[in-house]
């Protein structure tokens, strides 16, 4: 007599380490460091006095809310993982049952402990980092079909609330006006690198209807406002520099941009084929500025 089998109602196993690590991304959390990096020179404050403080900052900005973010995104894009990208960690099975949401979620609360015992704008900002984490991913809203909400999120997360944070964490305060604005302006600008982001995936998000703006208002036009976007907020960035008395930082932003612009003829020829190249490039030299005009807000070196 053949014998029958039931299925297993066994829980699915533990993740592996490095399965978890595999999902959280590691690679993805440098920019959100960088600008992490960059609130704290901005703040002018000697990194011995808050050491534990800025320890805490780099947990948060890059595995608890970054990797959180990473966990998110490939829960709530399980399926179409399976189709594309089968052997990330969920699609695979290494990561099997719910383990990609219960890490996820997981991520969420010991970001939000840990930005509860630094401070109360730290607190603030993580959770307003955490709710477009799971806006951009996750069902009603996911932000990240959209060619506009979408890059939105990313950029403001990725560099104006990171950058807030490492300020924050520095001062144990509200960042000045002057901080602010010039986040806000770099967090604008950003806008179009995400833009440009979209381009190595204009036929899939074609295909799936996902509306970036690649997609909808065609590679050449996408490439242009992504290029307008990225410029406009510099020269504001240098405007305010040069009132606030930063000269050489002023001069130091201009000469990036004006590498930025010549690299921006080059992408102007075939978007599609040379973003990744400007991507190694030109947003070095936006990031470069971003540095720049920190360590001018800082006082470092007499900037």
């Not at 699915?12 to 460091?33: A, C, G, S, Y």
């Not at 604005?181 to 770099?186: E, G, K, W």
Request: glycine share 10%; net charge positive.
């Amino acid at each position: 007599m053949a014998r029958v089998t039931t299925p297993s109602l066994a829980a699915p196993q533990l993740p592996r380490l490095r399965d978890v690590l595999e999902l959280l991304k590691p690679i993805t959390w440098f920019p959100p460091i960088w600008a992490f990096g960059c609130g704290v020179a901005s703040a002018g404050v000697p990194v011995a006095s808050r050491l534990p403080f800025l320890i805490a900052g780099i947990l948060l900005v890059g595995p608890l809310v970054c990797g959180t973010s990473q966990a998110v995104n490939d829960w709530f894009d399980r399926h179409v993982d399976a189709i594309n990208e089968p052997g990330r960690p969920i699609p695979s099975g290494r990561i099997a049952g719910q383990w990609g949401l219960w890490i996820a979620i997981i991520g969420t609360v010991l970001a939000l402990v840990v930005a509860a015992a630094t401070d109360r704008w730290v607190f603030a900002a993580t959770c307003l980092a955490l709710v477009f984490a799971w806006a951009y991913s996750a069902p009603p809203f996911r932000l990240k079909q959209s060619g506009v909400w979408g890059p939105i999120a990313v950029a403001l997360t990725y560099e104006g609330l990171t950058w807030f944070t490492g300020a924050a964490v520095m001062a144990g305060a509200f960042p000045s006006p002057q901080i602010l604005a010039i986040l806000l302006l770099y967090s604008a600008g950003a806008f179009g690198i995400m833009t440009l982001n979209d381009f190595k995936a204009v036929e899939g998000d074609r295909a799936m209807g996902i509306r970036s703006l690649p997609a909808t208002l065609g590679v050449d036009r996408a490439a242009r406002l992504a290029c307008s976007v990225m410029i406009l907020p510099q020269i504001g960035v240098i405007v305010l520099l040069g009132l606030w008395q930063h000269a050489l930082v002023a001069a130091s932003v201009t000469a990036l941009l004006v590498g930025q612009l010549a690299l921006m003829t080059r992408l102007m020829r075939d978007p599609l084929r040379f973003t990744p190249w400007y991507n190694a490039t030109g947003t070095s030299l936006y990031v470069l500025g971003m540095l720049a005009s920190a360590l001018g807000l800082g006082g470092v070196l007499g900037l």
